[in-house]
């Protein structure tokens, strides 16, 4: 009975696998389930799992994922239980692909790389490759883009080495679109074209499909947009004659952005409503998010204002569904929450061409939603495992930012940065030009709005705002700690901090307070991160610093979070301070050398002078061991760190502090492990080069100072470019003094600042250094 039920299963199989291929998919699963039932009648546990792994991938292809998902767990159970590592592996792979379509990257990730560990314990370069892709796929999903190029590259060369055609005009075409995504287009298309090339000669339809919509992207982006019409129509084309929904939904895109671009705002329209509807019948979050996004844009040039609000409100409530499916991964939901940007930046637009006063309210409430949502959650988890009390993550109301500002009696100004939408006289036109949105919510609690066009300012001057910050740190940036004594200030710095005092500081000057012990929370975003706001100066050569007090903040929830932080440590008995300088210094590794690192002798004076003022424990040289200050640093109240840093602009989390290396260790403590510390310091000073720059996001600064606020600290003061080694020494010192002045942090910085002027340094031996945080 057993044999005559094996060869009907065996039958059915070969039967449900033609009507596959054939694409009659309702066939093949009636005809595979039924197969299935008789593998479990007679207990062949092999076969049940390679038909639950064919069912799960057939449930996939038709973007029914749950049951996708569903049957692949089932096949990655008794794949793991017979100990076949190759089922183990497809079944990672499948599961990671269904997670992914379903927009849970979190899942997706760790099904990924389960199955590229399998593989090459295997040693089987296709199981490898495909593996490969499959993460490459996904670290572009989640803008880690120099990743994705990296692993396609790598497919690339296994594929090549296998001799496999089709799989290698696939990872071209995924190569390309990890080079348009890097903005890198000319690379991009010439991918695109040997794929497109090679699809073509084996007369692959899916392959040609998805080559011609990367075509009409990569067209689409440098303006070619009756080319790109004509890709993204014959993408439209080919997806409908395939019956790929999906396909189609990515084709309707492409094709409204382009018909948008040549003044088509009909056709647009019609194109996203369809696309809209398509992927909601098909649960695709991600495409729905995108046709909502594209719609809303399309209703503000249109000047349907309010459609374009619900749309863009609409696409922002599904971009956080798809945060939340990351879970604890801080790295993705940064990288993810970047590509989602445009939606709050062009929803904050559409609030306040409405010109109404609750509208150009909600239009903060969006901005303050738009950034640092991954530290607030980092912050808000941290803070409820040490209380009793459970912290949210909702940005907060425009009532609460009012209650904040009364409550600290202190004048809260945000930035957002957005781009300004102008219709020209020969059509309807988009044009990207940096502007900036300002909100200023004053003591009182009353809220003021002002705009302001960056390159208006200064027409053919600067690209963007952008480059007018990176023009300013260079022209501020010494050579680091052990630089020779600075020169006197040039013209042409001056120039550009008047500038910069111009655009940022003038349209809200007479909103601030007249009192220059009244504190000023900036609350900057993008490049505005590294805008030496102390040094900025008036017609009359006067410094910000010298009529303001100045501490920033990533968001104002976060700065909510960090005065919370405070509290607990009021609430504990730590008391000590730790203070290190001059650590006997490691070694820089380089791709052509090993470069040691030069002693820092100002940094050790001034070490000494903190820690006779603290009343400190100190390690100086070889004492200043990795292991030994973080076991100092896990209850100290105060820590001081005078020394060297490393700054990582592109991942941000490989910014590091330089401390004493050991047989052991080199002496790196890096923002990565700064991160996973329980810290309870309500000061942290990082007397180096840099220590507060790194990779700049949607979700703030990834670097030092956001390692150490998730980390549990309250308030950082941080520098914005390599600093001088004597004149830091003097302002620390100075610093502290005043800080024992019973004056608070951001009062004992503006003193020592003011210090640095009397005593005629120039702003680049003293305006590197800002305050961040709650606790001022």
């Not at 809220?447 to 480059?467: A, K």
Request: some cysteine; aromatic content about 6%.
């Amino acid at each position: 009975m057993d044999n005559i039920a094996k060869m009907q299963a065996d039958d059915l199989i070969h039967q449900g696998l033609e009507f596959y291929q054939n694409h009659q998919f309702s066939q093949a699963l009636q005809t595979l389930q039924q197969a299935l039932d008789l593998y479990r009648i007679i207990g062949d546990r092999e076969w049940e799992s390679n038909t639950l792994g064919t069912l799960g991938i057939i449930y996939y292809q038709l973007q029914d994922y749950p049951n996708a998902i569903a049957y692949s767990q089932q096949n990655l159970t008794i794949a793991r239980q017979l100990e076949d590592q190759w089922g183990e592996t497809q079944a990672w792979i499948n599961l990671g692909n269904a997670y992914q379509a379903q927009g849970n990257y979190g899942q997706a990730l760790e099904c990924h790389q389960q199955s590229l560990k399998r593989a090459k314990e295997m040693a089987d370069p296709e199981c490898e490759e495909q593996a490969l892709t499959n993460l490459g796929n996904l670290y572009l999903a989640l803008g880690e883009f120099e990743k994705a190029v990296e692993l396609h590259q790598t497919c690339l060369k296994i594929l090549r080495t296998l001799g496999d055609r089709q799989h290698e005009g696939e990872t071209l075409s995924n190569l390309g679109i990890a080079y348009h995504a890097c903005a890198e287009y000319e690379q991009a298309i010439q991918c695109f074209e040997q794929s497109l090339a090679i699809a073509e000669e084996l007369r692959n339809l899916q392959g040609v499909m998805d080559v011609i919509a990367n075509l009409g992207a990569a067209h689409y982006a440098v303006g070619e947009y009756e080319r790109a019409k004509q890709y993204s129509q014959q993408h439209l084309l080919l997806a409908k004659a395939y019956g790929d929904r999906q396909q189609e939904v990515r084709a309707l895109n492409n094709l409204s952005n382009a018909e948008q671009a040549l003044g088509n705002s009909s056709e647009a329209l019609a194109g996203l409503q369809q696309a809209l509807s398509i992927a909601q019948a098909l649960g695709d979050v991600w495409s729905q998010g995108q046709s909502l996004n594209n719609l809303g844009y399309v209703e503000f040039l249109a000047g349907n204002l309010v459609e374009a609000e619900n749309h863009l409100f609409a696409a922002i409530e599904l971009w956080k569904t798809q945060l939340t499916g990351l879970g604890h991964n801080d790295a993705y939901k940064v990288s993810l929450f970047d590509i989602q940007q445009k939606s709050y930046r062009l929803l904050q637009l559409v609030l306040i061409t409405q010109s109404r006063k609750d509208k150009i309210e909600a239009a903060l409430e969006v901005a303050e939603q738009g950034r640092a949502r991954a530290l607030v959650e980092l912050m808000a988890q941290r803070l409820s495992a040490t209380s009793t009390q459970l912290f949210t993550e909702e940005s907060p109301s425009v009532d609460r930012m009012r209650q904040m500002a009364r409550s600290r009696q202190a004048t809260i100004v945000e930035y957002s940065i957005t781009y300004s939408v102008q219709h020209q006289a020969t059509g309807l036109e988009a044009l990207a030009l940096s502007e900036l949105l300002i909100w200023v919510i004053q003591r009182t609690g009353e809220i003021h709005f002002r705009r302001n066009n960056v390159l208006s300012s200064y027409p053919g001057q600067y690209q963007s705002l952008t480059e007018m910050v990176d023009q300013c740190l260079a022209l501020m940036t010494s050579r680091g700690r052990d630089a020779v004594p600075l020169s006197v200030t040039s013209g042409e710095e001056r120039n550009i901090l008047q500038e910069l005092h111009q655009l940022l500081i003038a349209p809200i000057e007479d909103l601030l307070p007249i009192n220059p012990d009244s504190h000023i929370i900036l609350i900057p975003q993008g490049s505005l991160f590294f805008v030496p706001f102390a040094t900025l100066c008036d017609s009359h050569n006067q410094f910000f610093i010298q009529k303001h007090t100045l501490l920033t903040a990533p968001s104002i929830q976060t700065l909510q979070l960090t005065q919370q932080q405070r509290v607990n440590l009021q609430q504990s008995n730590v008391s000590h301070s730790l203070v290190v300088g001059n650590p006997l210094m490691p070694s820089l590794e380089t791709y052509s050398a090993v470069q040691p690192l030069q002693p820092l002798p100002g940094a050790e004076a001034e070490a000494r002078k903190v820690a006779n003022q603290l009343d400190a424990f100190v390690l100086i040289g070889s004492e200043a061991t990795k292991a030994v200050v973080l076991r100092q640093m896990s209850n100290a109240r105060i820590i001081h760190l005078a020394t060297h840093a490393l700054l990582d602009n592109k991942r941000g989390l490989g910014s590091a502090i330089a401390l004493a290396p050991t047989e052991n260790d080199p002496g790196w403590l890096m923002a990565e492990e700064i991160l996973q510390l329980q810290l309870q310091a309500e000061l942290v000073v990082l007397s180096a080069c840099n220590t507060g720059r790194g990779r700049l996001t949607g979700d703030g600064v990834i670097g030092l100072s956001r390692s150490f606020f998730a980390a549990g600290v309250s308030t950082l003061i941080v520098s914005l470019w390599s600093v001088p080694d004597a004149p830091t020494a003097t302002l620390m010192t100075e610093f502290y003094q005043q800080l024992q002045q019973n004056l608070d942090k951001a009062q004992a910085l503006r003193q020592a600042m003011l210090a640095m002027i009397k005593q005629n340094f120039e702003p680049k031996s003293w305006a590197a250094f800002v305050l961040i945080g709650g606790d001022a």
